[in-house]
């Protein structure tokens, strides 16, 4: 199956510095990303959508300045936590479908391994 | 706007068993694709099974099976002959049927124990 590599696995940063995660579609493009948030025992919340070459689509109450995305590549999308705090401490999880199946109705998300983000 | 209710928390089956998870939604399209998908402790989101609005037979995945019922928008998840490596979180997800939408909508999930 398609395999989607995310970076680091955890991560423990100081508050106010920011931190960056990687999403990479290692054996297909992806013209979209998608990236998640997870809290303690709580289901994956949607935060934004990544367009390679465009700007992030964000949902309904992330702040596009506090959680920055570039989709520079079909291959890499990055999330960046700028100026973190303790309340930002979450997994963070992205996938991706493929590109060659955008016009086909039946296709999967694939999952990076997430990331655990700690801010102390 | 489309939701995914997982009633379950947690369930426990013994190893060899057969549980059902629950999963109901609320949509008012016609077509969409319905998932259950596995994360295990390494927390790797994994799919188990995918069903598509417009069949009405039920999908079938080695030991996996559901049970769609679209009229009552439920979609539940079979597991039989359980195992102990199908100890994991259970989400249910739904996603709309239209070119280039590929945006999930997740349940809460449910916490699957396998008792030896």
């Known amino acids: 199956g398609a395999v989607v590599s995310q970076h680091p696995s955890r991560v423990i940063c100081k508050s106010g510095t920011s931190v960056k995660i990687e999403c990479r579609s290692l054996d297909f493009q992806a013209t979209t990303m998608f990236w998640y948030r997870q809290f303690p025992k709580k289901s994956l919340m949607l935060m934004a959508t990544?367009?390679?070459?465009?700007?992030?689509?964000?949902e309904q109450g992330v702040e596009k300045d506090k959680f920055l995305i570039n989709h520079a590549s079909l291959t890499l999308s990055t999330l960046t936590v700028t100026s973190a705090h303790p309340e930002d401490s979450s997994f963070y999880i992205c996938?991706?479908?493929?590109?060659?199946?955008?016009?086909?109705?039946?296709?999967?998300?694939?999952f990076g391994q997430g990331t655990r983000l700690t801010v102390v | 706007a489309q939701t995914v209710t997982q009633s379950q928390p947690e369930m426990s089956v013994q190893e060899a068993e057969t549980v059902t998870l629950s999963c109901t939604y609320d949509?008012?399209?016609?077509?969409?694709?319905l998932f259950w998908y596995k994360q295990p402790p390494s927390r790797q989101m994994i799919l188990v099974i995918r069903?598509?609005?417009?069949?009405?037979q039920n999908a079938t995945e080695n030991r996996f099976s559901v049970n769609f019922q679209k009229a009552a928008k439920s979609f539940s998840l079979k597991i039989s002959d359980s195992q102990l490596g199908d100890a994991a979180m259970y989400f249910c997800a739904y996603r709309r049927y239209r070119s280039g939408t590929y945006k999930y909508i997740f349940g809460t999930g449910t916490r699957l124990k396998v008792l030896a």
């Open positions: 996938s991706a479908p493929r590109a060659q199946a955008a016009e086909s109705q039946n296709t999967e998300a694939f």
């Open positions: 990544s367009n390679e070459g465009s700007k992030a689509t964000y």
């Open positions: 069903q598509e609005a417009y069949k009405q």
């Open positions: 949509t008012s399209e016609s077509d969409y694709y």
